[in-house]
């Protein structure tokens, strides 16, 4: 997937990504549709990032999380 140009399918497609790489329980509160492309870079960031690591702290865990909430319309 070209995640290079901001749109709706690839802020979709790095949500889910981002919830199934983290096992989030929690998985209503972080719909694509409640982000917007104007965040499409800090997302793309946090998706890059999420998606080298193998695993995380509970702290790195909720500090995605609260990124994650900053981004959210």
Known sequence: ???SNPSAENVEY???AIK???RM???D???PE???ESDYEELRYLYDMVMKRENFSPN???AIAAE???LRN
């Open 20 to 22: 199934e790489k983290l």
């Open 60 to 62: 790195e865990m909720q």
């Open 1 to 3: 997937m070209d995640l």
């Open 14 to 16: 790095m949500i889910n």
């Open 29 to 31: 509160a972080m719909k």
């Open 34 to 36: 409640h982000f917007n």
């Open 25 to 27: 329980v929690n998985v």
């Open 68 to 70: 994650l909430g900053n």
